[in-house]
């Protein structure tokens, strides 16, 4: 059983989740069970992370719009997804920007730590799925890269 502890819109959740078996993860939040049924099955992923000093220096957002930004065709190509459950702290590309595998897209907060999340492979961003301050589960698409 993991347990992973949400801020969402200034409200805390204690979330532990207790099973997940292909599309369906079995949790309880606040001590309420639920299951929960996510598009496609959920499989153990690599982290591509690197930790962030906390005192590093200010960053400047890229996508300070606030809206999510998505491309008019829907989205294919490599989607980049987060390795863990966090909150968005800033969002560094935006649709139509050229990227380089291991470029920074998004950074993300989890488990009190900053990590990095890189694109892994050349190409457009052609959606942004998420934007600074959302709060997002492990393998949640954040950037697609046409």
Avoid: C, H, W
Wanted: hydrophobic residues 40%.
């Amino acid at each position: 059983m993991k347990e992973y502890k949400f801020k969402i819109n200034g409200a805390d959740y204690k979330v532990n989740i207790n099973e997940v078996e292909g599309q369906e993860i079995k949790l309880d939040v606040n001590g309420t069970s639920y299951t929960v049924t996510v598009d496609k099955e959920m499989r153990a992923q690599k982290p591509r992370t690197s930790v962030v000093k906390t005192q590093a220096a200010p960053r400047v957002a890229a996508a300070a719009s606030g809206n999510v930004q998505r491309a008019s065709a829907p989205s294919t190509g490599s989607k980049v997804t987060t390795p863990l459950p966090g909150t968005i702290l800033d969002v560094f590309v935006n649709v139509g920007d050229q990227v380089k595998a291991g470029q920074r897209v998004v950074l993300l907060e989890a488990m009190k730590m900053e990590n990095n999340i890189e694109a892994d492979t050349d190409g457009t961003v052609t959606a942004v799925e998420v934007r600074k301050g959302d709060a997002v589960l492990e393998g949640q698409t954040l950037v697609v890269i046409g």
